[in-house]
């Protein structure tokens, strides 16, 4: 067993001198453990190179700040951010993808949270980057994610009166009525 | 000292006259007069917005108070239209996003897909897709350009570059057969090689084409009617274009040197040699002469993609995702069968998720596409650029006359199909 750890130690070392981005990653997830402590991040992968960690609403704002006003990997622009949904997570129906990257060290991190379709509440980064703000209210738009503390949290690209969140998997693109077309045939 | 001091005291005295006169009601204070605020709308369509989205203005005379953007009004849902296609239908929309560099857009997602999917595509196809990306930058950037030009009253510059770009519209035709929303390139490469006729006409359009910026330079960059329309017209610090996610040219105007053909190369960008050219106050002057410079380094690495063109095959051996040619699939059994799997959505993708950007021609274009698996994306997110920097546009213009809110909203290459998706 010890003779494994050893080994694969190993593996990951000669792992992270032919992959520096790897390697970047690693510096990268240790920062986070450092700063938020280990327990913060659950479902750490690194798909396609990018890291990717899971966190939990109640942190979000605290890790995004945090990361912001850090200066070793400097994590100071908001690519993206959007809402997610995957209806059959009981308890954590919705989700917010956000993007970070670091200009100075070209390093991304991506991170989720998940949460309730019942209680879809979140913290707003409103007044971390300006740039949240859209991308809030467009997350709100399609999928009725509040972002508490918002200041101006309505529609952005559907019209104001539309009573739904047209981008949650319940509402089918083709109209659901219909027989003639099914499913097979028609992608979802 | 004491003059001061007599100043000062006759200063009072003034004041506290005039107060009494106000509060009498006799003479209009400040307040009276703000209680006289104009609302303008900006759009929804209006010819110097150059796509459809409204500004509501507060103007005090021929300043600017406030003004609250409203856009979403060609919103087509991509986002929702594209987890119903399998991924070779969804280059047609992202043609709809920016149709300014429609080719940028078409090779983004194609390279999204590659990246999940893990395919490698060969050299030659990917010169031949910087080619195309870099001929849908320079004619991004002529619009922009030329428009900010006829905006600003000139409208001689506009009318000679369209010809150029008619004659780019003429080479991606003989590219992909479409002019506009183009459609170019296959998930694995290219659809088909360059003919010679295009490259004939490349070859000519490289030749003639820098006499002509070099004429559009002349007409404008030192103008003296120009540059007092747009130097210090709508800056913004380079903090503040970060805070506000800015990417592409109107960040670099800021004096950041940020630019993702370099900082996360894609498609053999790292085998060309070019410059980032940066600005300094983020005005609107810094935003056109980033882009005049952009398109001299465009044309820069034409030239090399041009004369440095690889031999071999233009798009990837990789059957189970790029079709078979049409003479194959009615001879030969395979080729049926892969073309009739790919139509029809069958192939196998991984499970996963992959986020992957491109320089588009206003800035960092990104995919964020999530797949279970199944023959559409689970999941896929745009990143426009434009959607994101625009919201600057209140604080960018407020204080300023409405003629410089114009000429700012021009310079920043808000393109309404990329910013309503």
């Known amino acids: 067993m010890a003779e494994n750890t050893e080994e694969s130690a190993a593996a990951q070392e000669t792992a992270a001198i032919q992959d520096p981005q790897a390697a970047k990653n690693a510096q990268l997830l240790a920062l986070l453990h450092r700063l938020f402590g280990a327990d913060a991040f659950t479902d750490v992968e690194e798909p396609y190179g990018m890291l990717t960690a899971t966190t939990t609403r109640e942190r979000i704002h605290e890790i995004i700040a945090g990361l912001q006003q850090e200066m070793e990997l400097q994590l100071h622009f908001l690519t993206t951010m959007c809402g997610i949904h995957y209806p059959e997570n009981e308890g954590k129906e919705l989700g917010m993808v956000y993007h970070v990257h670091s200009l100075v060290n070209n390093l991304r991190l991506r991170l989720k949270i998940y949460f309730p379709i019942a209680d879809p509440t979140v913290p707003t980064l409103t007044d971390l980057y300006a740039a949240a703000n859209w991308m809030e209210r467009e997350a709100y738009d399609f999928y009725g994610i509040i972002f508490t503390g918002h200041p101006n949290l309505i529609r952005i690209l559907n019209v104001e009166d539309m009573d739904y969140y047209p981008m949650r998997r319940e509402y089918a693109l083709e109209d659901g009525t219909r027989e003639d077309k099914t499913d097979l045939f028609f992608g979802r | ?421």
């Open chain 2, 1 to 421: 000292m004491a003059v001061n001091d007599t100043l000062e005291g006759t200063r009072k005295i003034v004041e506290s006259a005039q107060e009494q006169q106000h509060n009498s009601g006799l003479i209009p204070t400040l307040n009276d007069f703000s209680q006289e605020l104009t609302t303008l709308n900006l759009g929804p369509t209006h010819p110097a917005t150059h796509g459809i989205f409204q500004n509501i203005l507060q103007m005090d005379g021929e300043r600017i108070i406030s003004g609250v953007p409203t856009i979403g009004y060609i919103h087509r849902a991509f986002e929702k239209i594209a987890e119903r296609r399998p991924f070779y239908q969804i280059t047609p929309l992202t043609d709809r996003m920016n149709y300014c560099s429609s080719p940028i857009n078409n090779m983004g997602w194609h390279m999204t897909v590659e990246k999940l999917l893990g395919v490698t595509v060969p050299k030659r196809a990917q010169y031949m897709r910087v080619i195309a990306m870099e001929l849908a930058r320079i004619t991004d950037h002529l619009i922009c350009n030329s428009i900010l030009g006829v905006d600003t009253g000139a409208f001689t510059g506009f009318l000679y570059v369209f010809q150029e770009r008619e004659k780019v519209y003429e080479i991606y035709e003989e590219i992909c057969g479409a002019r506009l929303t183009t459609n170019m390139g296959r998930v694995g490469g290219m659809e088909r090689d360059f003919s010679d006729v295009a490259i004939q006409k490349l070859r000519d359009w490289l030749k003639t084409f820098p006499a002509v910026m070099k004429e559009f330079e002349t007409l404008f960059n030192r103008n003296r009617i120009f540059m007092d329309r747009v130097v210090n017209v709508g800056p913004i610090t380079a903090e503040k274009a970060l805070n506000y996610g800015f990417t592409g040219p109107n960040l670099r105007a800021a004096g950041v040197d940020y630019d993702v053909r370099v900082m996360n190369p894609y498609s053999s960008y790292e085998d060309f040699d070019f410059e980032i050219p940066i600005g300094t106050k983020g005005d609107t002057y810094d935003r056109f002469m980033v882009r005049n410079e952009e398109i001299w380094q465009s044309l820069r690495i034409i030239n090399q993609a041009l004369e440095n063109l690889p031999e071999g095959p233009f798009h990837a051996d990789a059957p189970h995702y790029y079709l078979p040619p049409k003479q194959a699939v009615y001879q030969n059994m395979e080729a049926l069968i892969y073309h009739f799997k790919i139509i029809m959505g069958e192939i196998e993708a991984p499970v996963g998720e992959v986020y992957h950007s491109v320089e588009g021609g206003n800035g960092e274009l990104g995919f964020y596409l999530v797949s279970d698996g199944g023959r559409t994306p689970y999941r896929l997110h745009f990143r426009r650029p434009c959607f994101i920097y625009y919201q600057a546009y209140p604080e960018m213009v407020v204080g300023s006359s409405l003629s410089d809110a114009i000429v700012t909203l021009s310079s920043m290459n808000v393109i309404a199909g990329e910013l309503d998706a």
